[in-house]
């Protein structure tokens, strides 16, 4: 515990993949530790961190939009000689740290993807600088200390800190384990990307391809395990592409080894994983779906088109044929299994018919679910200054075309489960009283009603499946 963050009151916003929401949860504890305490909002907050997005460029805009309604706050607070300190993390932060310094100079703190286990000694530096003590907290009742610097104090410019390193240290290593994880829990195995597709800018935000030791994952698995969690999702830019150093230290284990020891672990009943690339996609991992009873027979598997040469043109690395191969031994090796996936409509260069091709690929595969969005050119990325970049409008009516076709294969799936029973681990409150959801071992949400929803939370129980829409299953608990 640091004494000189003790007090102090932190809340995150995270924008983003599951991965981010993962990266949030750890920088809670490394601020817990350090002594600080997680607020409701950021109205109770000394601190506010928003994790950020860089996928698209809608999700940076978020981010903007929100800086705007935080400096109202901020300057409201500093007027009442309170503390409310400004930091943005994550992907957006890492891509564009100087240049989001200069858009919104009240920012007090930038930091990287791949530095944010140092956050506690930034927020202490970051602290000191502006001479602020427990007793400006926003919590406090005593009468607050001025801590907006005066002509004497350093300038603003030089309390800015700006950390978007990619340090030689692996960060995994520095990370504190969950302490308070219930139900279902992330444990990030693998992060950044080789792969270089042309309108990814994942290789640039979180880096090449590293895999953490299975010793180190193991540990961390079994912590959870005896917190009470039944259920891991396994997560990686790349999970598939996992090749970490095994408990010898001689050898390396690839997904599927890790997978089948983890199951071995008293007390995990589920497992997932996201987000795998059809090129390390593996014989193995597709037997551990046939042979390991706790792998959930869910496969979320991203293609981003169903055309061969928008696919070259984006360096996928795959062609439709290898896709389709893929899935045809997945669901040899698991009958049940649930398909997932992602798509990019409106590439640079797509024409109709390649877009015709795409509504074809998703007709002949089927998907249980679907993530579908508008092509969104990224600075720094290949695809970003290619030629023939298709209208806003045209990508908007391919990408509802689209859509439509995904939904009612979702309705489709979701409705052929009617009048069975599924796997379900409850894990929040509905909307109407006596509701709880849970989530399907295919990733769909399941709404029961109980007579006492507190009891119902975090357990894995059957449920008889009577209704369906696009977007939930209704049941019923079968004691």
Same mark, same amino acid.
């Given at each position: 515990m640091t004494e000189k963050l003790e007090g102090f009151r932190f809340f995150i916003r995270t924008y983003g993949c599951q991965m981010n929401f993962h990266d949030s949860g750890k920088m809670a504890l490394l601020l817990q530790q350090a002594g600080m305490k997680e607020a409701l909002d950021d109205d109770e907050a000394d601190l506010v961190i928003l994790n950020t997005c860089h996928i698209r460029e809608k999700a940076k805009h978020k981010v903007y939009t929100e800086l705007g309604f935080l400096k109202k706050k901020k300057d409201k607070r500093q007027r009442a000689g309170k503390p409310y300190f400004l930091a943005v993390g994550g992907c957006a932060a890492q891509a564009e740290g100087d240049a989001l310094l200069a858009a919104a100079p009240f920012v007090d703190l930038v930091f990287g993807t791949q530095s944010y286990h140092k956050l506690p000694r930034m927020v202490e530096e970051l602290f000191q600088k502006s001479n602020v003590t427990k007793q400006s907290s926003c919590l406090q009742n005593e009468e607050p200390q001025q801590f907006v610097p005066s002509r004497n104090s350093p300038s !603003? *410019?030089?309390l800015k800190i700006l950390n978007i390193e990619f340090p030689r240290e692996n960060k995994f290593q520095f !990370?504190?384990? *969950?302490s308070n994880a219930q139900g279902s829990a992330f444990l990030a195995i693998q992060e950044g990307c080789n792969k270089f597709c042309t309108y990814c800018v994942v290789p640039f935000t979180r880096g090449g391809e590293v895999s953490r030791p299975a010793a180190a994952i193991l540990e961390e698995a079994r912590n959870l395990a005896? =917190?009470?969690? !039944? *259920?891991? $999702?396994l997560l990686g830019q790349n999970v598939n592409a996992y090749q970490g150093l095994a408990p010898d230290g001689t050898t390396r284990w690839t997904l599927a080894r890790l997978l089948k020891e983890i199951s071995t672990i008293n007390g995990i009943q589920r497992l997932f994983y996201t987000s795998s690339h059809p090129l390390n996609f593996s014989e193995d991992l597709i037997q551990a779906h046939a042979t390991l009873p706790k792998l959930m027979p869910f496969l979320h598997l991203p293609v981003q088109s169903g055309c061969n040469r928008i696919l070259k043109a984006m360096n996928r690395h795959h062609t439709v044929e290898d896709y389709k191969a893929i899935i045809a031994a997945a669901r040899l090796a698991c009958p049940p299994i649930a398909l997932c996936s992602d798509f990019i409509v409106g590439f640079p260069g797509e024409t109709e018919e390649d877009f015709e091709k795409t509504l074809e690929f998703v007709k002949s595969v089927t998907y249980a679910q679907a993530f579908s969005f508008k092509y969104s050119p990224r600075p720094g990325t290949v695809a970003c200054n290619m030629k023939d970049q298709i209208a806003e409008d045209v990508k908007t009516k391919r990408l509802l075309t689209l859509q439509d076709l995904l939904r009612q294969q979702q309705t489709a799936f979701n409705k052929s489960c009617v009048g069975r029973t599924s796997s379900v681990?409850? =894990?929040?409150?509905? /909307?109407?009283?006596g509701q709880i959801l849970g989530k399907s071992e295919f990733m769909q949400s399941v709404v029961v009603n109980v007579s006492d929803p507190d009891a119902w939370m975090n357990t894995l129980h059957t449920v008889h499946i009577? /209704?369906? $829409?696009l977007s939930c299953l209704e049941g019923d608990i079968l004691e």
């Open positions: !603003l *410019e030089t !990370l504190p384990n *969950e005896a =917190q009470g969690v !039944l *259920e891991i $999702t681990l409850f =894990q929040r409150f509905g /909307k109407k009283e009577r /209704k369906a $829409t």
